[in-house]
Structure formats: structure tokens, C-alpha cells
């Protein structure tokens, strides 16, 4: 039996500690206080709102605004615990239309930092400072501000030792809060967003007209491009947004953006329906790029699910499903046929397109490499056996062995009739009296890899500054190589910089890589550089590291190509050299001579 109540167990928690606890549901990092103090300036109206933060929101956040701002009792007040000017009753919480409605976030954030807000009303002639201190306000005085409302937090945490211990790097927190920004001023094209960090600029977002807009100003013209507007509207449900070309693939959801009603939530359903929508169109294991915001009546939707509100709730959680994949689908419709089964002579094709030989760029996709394999891993030309490789795989002269085909000679691909794609991984051509069969990938790959030699020979490897710096952590092996490697990465088109012991901030990488996360690149190029470092001339090993970036530029096996793309990537592989140091020793391509395929069928 258990003892009786006089002497309990069981002790109700002091206000303070208890308003912690709850505080830290709410405020989980400094991306936290951005978004709570973020929602606060979009729910005021405001056009223009500027994030200044210290050492990745640790020292400090300061999020001003241009909105209604508040009068002397309200901004006292505004610290309170549940004192909102949002809702007033039960019935109000079926029909939110503001981000809050909890009047949680400012006493939430007061428990856990040093808050100063200064506000002035629209219209008012003088506004008002309020100072809070371990949750209490401690000050309300005069002051003079422009209209509208500056928050300041600083040291985040320092009353929950606990809690900050849990925080990481600086550019982990700093990550948290640019990835944070990014999705609010997605759903918000109309207002104006600033971020600074250090006092440095790290996004600037003017006012738009729409979403296309503003996905081309954060997500960047190449990302952007052959990408479709996406708006719907059936059965009380729209479905608005952007969706990126589904010729883009991306190692990671971390390009699906998901609204409802305005507000930024990670719902599985709903991502699940977007990629659902794109199905066949991107590769397997691969996700695509989308910006979805939905509307739905508010009653037909619960905010009211999770701590910092990045979960909902559907009444009807089918029909939204549905909804959303039809209108993805009707707008990837719009977006262009995969590649005709026939596009006529590649040299036909060719003269239209050979200037736009650089529009292998745009293929330009991460992804993890596979690893180098030795030139015996190519496919074993046998005497007797129907496959033969050609010169092109391993080194060049050999395709004479083969009847002296010009293919694989490094010329004459784009005279090959291009008869179609197959496995959305190999181009199937005809030429003579040959079947020729390319690995788009293999090919893909040399062509980047001859073009960065091409690039360092003449001295300097073409790059391109990423939007915004990507912190990449490493671990401290790997970091230990990337420090001592920085001069010869610069030399390869990279622009990285320690940030912390084991951090790097990668500002520019290899034009030739795209936009992907540079992080697997960087570790890969650590594991590189350590083993070739100790056993390859200097010239091998650039060779050897220019091959891994190669790899990671290209496409995998597993995307269709349109017609031009083929034509360039065959013209492409014409203009190679295939210098005796070729990267993989895998095949670009395999010919059957019309004699091996007619003794394959008993003729
Ligand atoms: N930037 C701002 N401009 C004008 N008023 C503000 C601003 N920030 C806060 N307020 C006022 O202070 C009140 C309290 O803000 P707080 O963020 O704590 O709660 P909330 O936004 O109502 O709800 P939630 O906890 O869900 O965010 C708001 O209801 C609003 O009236
Ligand atoms: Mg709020």
C-alpha cells in the first residue's frame, strides 16, 4: 500500500522553474526566438523586418520591424503568460488567422534571456522601452523609436545552463536560423527581409510580386529555372506555389518547402503527397524541390498540436492528400515530355544546338560518389564474348582493335543516329555498323572531369559563390586535412574557411557542381586528399581529386534526358582528349559490331 497523502510524494513546482520547463517546448534554439520574434512582426503588418544576430543567436537576436507596434500598457503587458491581442475565446481558436494565438512566446523567451523590446505605435508621438530580467519586467520607460517594434535577446539560455550546454556550434545555430528565414520569407514574397550576422549581410530580400519571385531570389536563377507556378483550387482547398524542374533532383527533402495557411510546417502527409506528384520524374532515392502552400478553411485545420507549431492536424487528411498530388501532377504536365523516343540525327540536333554546348551545366546534380574503381573493373573485352569495349573506356589507340571505329576515338559520337534512351541511364545509338550503348553517367562524368583539367591547365577552375556560405562539420581527422589543404582547394575553385575546430564554411565551390550540399563533397575530398596525399605525385593527385569532384557533378544513372541534352553530351565527348589519366575505369560506352549480334542469333 502506498503511504498515506499527508506525507507525499508529489510537489507542485515553483512558478519560475515551471514557466522554464514550458519555456523550453517553445524555445528549443536560437532559430526559436527568430521564428517566434519573426511571426510577432508578420502578424503587426509589417512590410520590412531585419534579423541582426551575434554568434549564431547565442550572444544575441535582434528582429525589428515596421508593423502596428504597441502602445505603453500593451508592451508591458505583452510578457504576461497567455496575454494575447490574437484571440479572445474558445471560438476564436477554430478560425486562426494569425501565426499566434498562445501569448506564450514573449514570457516564453523573457524565462530563458534578457529581453529588451522598444515599440511605438502607428501614429503615437513617443514609444516605450520594456526591459525584462530572469522573466519579469524590470523596466518600462520612454523612449524614442521609429514606429513599429525592435526586440532584442540576449544570451540565450544563460539562466538554463542545462539548456545551453544541449546548443551547438555557432554554424550549426547559425544554419538553423538562415534555413529558418529562408522559409518564412518564402511563404511572404510581399515583405520585405533582411539577415545579418556579425554585421554581415547574409540575405537580402527586397519585396515581390509572387512566389516565382521570390523563390528565384533565394533559391537562385539556375534553381529556378523550367520551374512551374502551381495554383489550384477545388473543393475549398488551394494549393498554391512553386515547383522546381523536375530535371532537378536534390540528395534530400531539405528543398521541399510546406505551408498551411501561411504558416511553415513539417507535415509528413503533405510532403509525402508532393513527392507523390513528381513520382516517376525524379529518380529514386532522390527528392525533388517544392514550395506548397496550402489554404484550408481554418476549422477544417488544428495549429494546436505541437509546442512550436510545426505540426497540424486535417479534419480531412485524404482529401488534402489528394488535392495535393493532383495539382503537383497537373503542373509537372505542363513542365514538358520526357525525351521522344526518336530526336533524328544527332548531327541534325546537333547543328541546332552546338552552342549551347555548356548545357551539360544545368545537369550538374551532387550526389554521394561512388567509389573510384581500378581500370580492371572495366568490362573484360573478350575475343569471343559479344561485348567489346571500346577505346573510349581505359586508353585511347586501343579502338583500332575493335575495326578502328572512329567511336571511341574520342570522335564520331555525333555522327551516331541517336535511337533512344533505355533504363533512363544508357543513350542507345546506331552508326555504321554498329550498336553503340553510352552510360550517360560514365559520360557525364569524363566530360565534367576533362573540362575541370581543362580549367586548372589554364589555370584557374571556373567557380561560383554559393548564396549563402554552407557550414559543413567535419570530423576532427577530416578537418585536420581540409586546414592543411586550404591553399590547394582554393586552387581547385573552392572558397572554404575555418569557422570553429572542426567547421568550415564553404562560400564557392566548382561552377561545374550545381547548387547540392557541398558537405559530402568536402568529406569525400578529405578522405582524398589523406590517402593520395602519401603516395601520388602532386599532378596524380590533382588529377585524383579532380576526378571525385567530377563524380560529383554529374548525373546518375535513373534521369531521362531531353534530346538536346543528348545531342550536347555526345558532341561533348567528341571534344575529349582522353589523356591516359582518365579517372574511373569504367567504359563510356560498348559497341556490338552487327557481325556479333548476328552470331548472337545464330545467322
Ligand atoms: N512585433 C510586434 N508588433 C506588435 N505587437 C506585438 C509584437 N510582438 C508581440 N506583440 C504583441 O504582444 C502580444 C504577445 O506576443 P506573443 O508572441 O507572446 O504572443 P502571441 O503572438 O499572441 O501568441 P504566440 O505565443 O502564439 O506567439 C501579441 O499578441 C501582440 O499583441
Ligand atoms: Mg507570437
Redesign the pocket.
Known amino acids: 500500500m502506498a503511504p498515506p497523502a499527508a506525507g507525499g510524494r508529489i510537489r507542485v513546482l515553483p512558478e519560475e522553474l515551471a514557466i522554464q520547463i514550458a519555456a523550453g517546448e517553445?524555445i528549443e534554439r536560437p532559430a526559436s526566438v527568430v521564428k517566434?520574434?519573426l511571426?510577432?512582426?508578420l502578424?503587426?503588418g509589417?512590410r520590412r523586418v531585419v534579423i541582426e544576430i551575434e554568434d549564431g543567436g547565442l550572444r544575441s537576436i535582434r528582429?525589428s520591424?515596421d508593423?502596428?507596434?504597441?502602445g505603453v500598457a500593451?508592451?508591458a503587458?505583452?510578457?504576461t503568460r497567455h496575454?494575447?491581442?490574437?484571440?479572445r475565446n474558445a471560438a476564436d481558436l477554430t478560425r486562426i488567422a494569425?501565426?499566434?494565438?498562445?501569448?506564450?512566446?514573449?514570457?516564453?523567451?523573457a524565462a530563458v534571456a534578457a529581453v529588451e523590446?522598444v515599440?511605438r505605435e502607428r501614429g503615437a508621438a513617443s514609444g516605450v522601452a520594456v526591459r525584462t530580467d530572469a522573466g519579469a519586467v524590470v523596466e518600462v520607460r520612454a523612449a524614442g523609436a521609429p514606429e513599429?517594434?525592435t526586440?532584442t535577446v540576449r544570451d540565450l539560455f544563460a539562466p538554463v545552463p542545462a539548456r545551453r550546454k544541449f546548443l551547438k556550434s555557432v554554424a550549426t545555430e547559425l544554419g538553423h536560423v538562415v534555413e529558418l528565414v529562408t522559409r518564412e520569407s518564402l511563404a511572404a514574397p510581399g515583405v520585405h527581409f533582411r539577415l545579418l550576422h556579425q554585421g554581415r549581410e547574409l540575405a537580402a530580400y527586397p519585396p515581390v510580386a509572387g512566389i516565382a519571385e521570390r523563390a528565384r531570389q533565394i533559391l537562385g536563377r539556375e534553381r529556378v529555372r523550367d520551374g512551374r507556378v502551381l495554383g489550384e483550387e477545388r473543393l475549398g482547398i488551394a494549393v498554391r506555389g512553386f515547383l522546381l524542374s523536375a530535371q532537378l533532383s536534390f540528395a534530400s527533402g531539405r528543398y521541399l518547402y510546406t505551408y498551411v495557411n501561411g504558416r511553415a510546417v513539417r507535415d509528413r502527409a503533405l510532403t509525402h503527397a508532393i513527392v507523390e506528384g513528381y513520382s516517376s520524374l525524379v529518380p529514386r532515392g532522390r527528392w525533388p524541390g517544392a514550395i506548397v502552400l496550402l489554404e484550408v478553411p481554418p476549422g477544417d485545420v488544428d495549429v494546436n498540436v505541437h509546442p512550436a507549431?510545426h505540426e497540424v492536424r486535417f479534419r480531412l487528411a485524404h482529401v488534402v492528400h489528394d488535392s495535393v498530388v493532383t495539382a503537383v501532377r497537373r503542373a509537372l504536365q505542363s513542365m514538358g515530355a520526357p525525351p521522344p523516343g526518336d530526336a533524328g540525327s544527332v548531327a541534325e540536333a546537333l547543328q541546332r544546338y552546338a552552342s549551347r554546348l555548356d548545357a551539360t551545366r544545368p545537369l550538374a546534380l551532387v550526389h554521394p560518389a561512388p567509389r573510384v574503381r581500378g581500370a580492371d573493373a572495366a568490362v573484360a573485352a573478350t575475343a569471343d564474348g559479344p561485348v567489346s569495349q571500346t577505346a573510349a573506356t581505359v586508353e585511347g589507340g586501343s579502338a583500332e582493335r575493335f575495326g578502328g571505329s572512329d567511336v571511341g576515338a574520342g570522335r564520331g559520337f555525333a555522327q551516331l543516329r541517336f535511337v533512344g534512351q533505355v533504363f533512363r541511364g544508357y543513350i542507345v545509338c546506331e552508326g555504321g555498323d554498329r550498336l553503340v550503348l553510352v552510360d550517360q553517367h560514365a559520360a557525364h562524368e569524363r566530360v565534367a572531369f576533362e573540362r575541370l583539367r581543362a580549367e586548372y591547365q589554364a589555370g584557374a577552375i571556373e567557380r561560383q559563390a554559393l548564396l549563402l556560405p554552407v557550414a559543413v562539420d567535419l570530423d576532427p581527422g577530416r578537418a585536420e586535412t581540409v586546414r592543411d589543404a586550404q591553399a590547394r582547394l582554393a586552387s581547385l575553385g573552392f572558397d572554404v574557411e575555418p569557422f570553429g575546430e572542426t567547421t568550415f564554411l564553404v562560400r564557392a565551390v566548382p561552377a561545374i557542381l550545381g547548387d547540392d550540399d557541398p558537405g559530402l563533397l568536402l568529406e569525400d575530398l578529405a578522405d582524398g586528399l589523406a590517402t593520395h596525399g602519401s603516395h601520388l605525385s602532386a599532378a596524380e593527385s590533382v588529377e585524383a581529386v579532380l576526378g571525385r569532384i567530377a563524380c560529383h557533378s554529374v548525373v546518375r544513372v535513373g534521369r531521362a534526358l531531353t534530346a538536346d541534352e543528348i545531342a550536347a553530351l555526345l558532341a561533348a565527348l567528341d571534344a575529349l582528349t582522353y589523356g591516359s589519366n582518365c579517372p574511373h575505369g569504367r567504359p563510356v560506352s560498348i559497341e556490338f559490331t552487327r557481325g556479333q549480334i548476328e552470331r548472337m542469333f545464330g545467322r
Request: glycine residues 12%; without cysteine; proline residues 2%.
Open positions: 517553445v517566434e520574434l511571426e510577432n512582426a502578424d503587426a509589417a528582429v520591424d508593423g502596428e507596434g504597441m500593451d508592451a503587458l505583452a510578457f496575454a494575447t491581442s490574437k484571440i494569425t501565426f499566434g494565438f498562445r501569448g506564450e512566446a514573449l514570457p516564453s523567451i523590446l515599440t513599429g517594434t526586440v507549431k
